[in-house]
Every structure is written in C-alpha cells, then in structure tokens.
C-alpha cells in the first residue's frame, strides 16, 4: 500500500480536486495556484505555527 512504499501515514479526503496548494516549511508559508501559475511566499512563524496547529488537528481527526 502507499504507507509501506512511501513510507509515510497516508490519508485521502473526499474533496473535489484543487487547483491550488499549501506548503509549510519552516517559519514559511507557500500558497500556490496550480491554474493561474502564481504563488506567493509568506516568512511569519505565529502564521506557520497557526496554520500547523490547524493541519495537524484536521490530520487527527481524518480517518486512515
């Protein structure tokens, strides 16, 4: 299964695709549009923490 190959916890949520995304990393908060091409970078740890906290409840709450 996708754990064992990739070698991490896997979930999929039941959502429509989307055209956009999120990364964190570090102190830094990516948000990227897939359809327009753009993305803006924003560097504020109380945002990055927030948004984590955010993540990782959302990931807690979602079935495997």
């Known amino acids: 299964d996708e754990s064992k190959r990739y070698g ?3 979930k999929h949520l039941p959502i ?3 055209n956009a995304g999120v990364y964190l990393v570090g102190n830094r908060v990516y948000l ?4 327009d091409n753009v993305g803006v970078m924003v ?3 109380a945002i ?3 948004l984590t906290a955010a993540f990782d ?3 807690d709450k ?3």
């Open 57 to 59: 409840d959302h990931w």
């Open 32 to 35: 990227f549009s897939f359809k």
């Open 43 to 45: 560097e504020n740890q």
């Open 8 to 10: 991490r916890s896997i």
């Open 16 to 18: 429509d695709e989307q």
């Open 62 to 64: 979602t079935k495997s």
């Open 48 to 50: 990055t923490q927030f």
